[in-house]
């Protein structure tokens, strides 16, 4: 079973709960801490959404953007639909089932993508395809908006990090079937594909890490 074919159904609805029984309100910050750089930004793809919180907190920062969600999972994306459902905002909002592993991506369509604790979930050459795919999609001067878990360099913060991702590969692993072991080098990557970081934050001892990158050609001060 690769990366891809993980299985986040049974864990949908838990998941808020298991985050704060694992690390309090450190993944919610993580992910909204630079939530507000999206200001402006008219087409955004969000990878990997999950049960709608990011969803739901950036609609009312980006009044009139078309936002488009990926997630393979159709429990997650149920709690996303039902969570954003009756707002006048929700038709803004295309919410697709899909692996973004194989998925086509129109070329040069959003000036904003969001991946949040998703590219954590696959191997370092699948990761690296997946961000040369998304650069194709996203126009000139556009931002990423990443939020994951990161390996600090060294000390008690690198061996409490080793001890948490073991910890947390082997309940995904045993819960969805995600057969990643470790970290790809997700920030190099998105580096290499012609990306700058303008902003970055860590929270647990920099076990995780939110940041905002603008392509090289991007406006300055994003």
């Known amino acids: 079973m690769s990366a891809a074919a993980a299985n986040f159904d ?59 969600c990926l997630d393979a999972s159709p429990a997650m994306l149920a709690l996303a639909r039902a969570r954003i459902a009756g707002t006048t905002d929700a038709h803004r909002v295309t919410l697709e089932c899909a692996d973004v592993l194989t998925y086509a991506f129109p070329p040069a369509r959003y000036d904003a993508v969001i991946t949040l604790f998703l590219l954590d979930c696959f191997e370092p050459a699948q990761a690296a395809d997946l961000v040369t795919r998304i650069q194709a999609a996203l126009q000139p001067g556009a931002g990423w908006l990443f939020a994951d878990f990161r390996m600090p360099e060294r000390g008690l913060a690198r061996i409490r990090a080793q001890a948490w991702l073991a910890l947390l590969y082997a309940f995904f692993r045993w ?15 998105i580096r290499q594909a012609g990306f700058r970081c303008a902003a970055s934050q860590d929270f647990q001892w920099g076990l995780l890490r939110s940041s905002w990158f603008v392509s090289a050609n991007g406006r300055a001060g994003l």
Not at 41 to 64: M, Q
């Open 10 to 68: 049974s864990v949908a609805r838990a998941y808020r709960t298991l985050e704060h029984l694992a690390l309090g309100g450190d993944l919610e910050r993580t992910r909204f801490s630079l939530l507000d750089r999206l200001a402006g930004r008219r087409s955004i793809l969000i990878l990997g959404e999950g049960d709608g919180r990011c969803l739901a907190r950036l609609l009312p920062l980006v009044p009139g953007a078309r936002i488009h």
């Open 175 to 189: 819960q969805t079937g995600l057969r990643t072991r470790a970290l790809p080098p997700s920030e190099e990557l």
